[in-house]
């Protein structure tokens, strides 16, 4: 069975840090292109920054200079390093997984469930 689960959301100050985990279990992680989305209340779920299997990184243009994707293939884990927050940033964070290889036939696609950011004063 397969898990990402998520872990290191909170509530922060304007200008603060935080750093999500993904800890991934029941995929190899390293032929799966890792990407962190957000979704804020009444809007559509983004995508905010990216990781392939072979450690090439992407970012959308707001987080470009203040997020930081990055991964741990050993640990099975992705991490959000995310610096200057603002209020712009409050948002549910999820975790994806999408496999870069066809595993047992099909591509794989995988979501976490959630963590909680929330930024303000």
């Known amino acids: 069975q397969v898990q990402l689960v998520e872990s290191g959301g909170g509530l922060v100050q304007p200008g603060g840090s935080l750093r999500l985990s993904c800890a991934a279990s029941g995929i190899i992680l390293n032929i799966y292109t890792m990407s962190w989305y957000r979704q804020a209340p009444g809007n559509q779920r983004e995508w905010v920054a990216g990781?392939?299997?072979?450690?090439?990184?992407a970012y959308t243009d707001s987080a470009k200079g203040r997020f930081t994707i990055s991964r741990d293939n050993a640990q099975n884990t992705v991490y959000l390093q995310m610096n200057d927050l603002a209020s712009e940033d409050t948002a549910v964070y999820y975790c994806?997984?999408?496999?870069?290889?066809?595993?047992?036939?099909?591509?794989?696609?995988?979501w976490g469930q959630g963590t909680q950011v929330t930024v303000s004063s």
């Open positions: 994806n997984a999408k496999s870069d290889v066809a595993v047992q036939g099909a591509y794989r696609h995988y």
């Open positions: 990781i392939s299997g072979g450690g090439v990184t």
